[in-house]
């Protein structure tokens, strides 16, 4: 199956972490996390301090975040 690069957005109560997954076309992100294991994958990853203002700390071309961490995730 095709797989399909979406862009979110990820809130923990540290970091704005910035970069994509992969959905399988017409499949919704909350079955996604909802179905994920103990982390999510992010590819393309941009992690930021989440602080008005916050700093970025890393750049990485994978990061897997633990799902007990996400407060927020959405698309963009």
Do not use: C
Not at 1 to 16: A, N
Not at 44 to 58: M, N, T, Y
Not at 67 to 72: A, L, R, V
């Amino acid at each position: 199956m095709e797989e399909s690069r979406t862009r979110i957005t990820i809130l923990t109560s540290t970091y704005r972490i910035k970069g994509f997954i992969d959905l399988l076309p017409g499949a919704r992100l909350t079955d996604y996390i909802v179905e994920a294991k103990s982390f999510v994958a992010v590819t393309d990853a941009e992690v930021w301090e989440l602080a008005i203002g916050g700093r970025q700390v890393l750049t990485a071309a994978f990061i897997d975040v633990n799902k007990e961490h996400i407060q927020i995730v959405m698309p963009g």
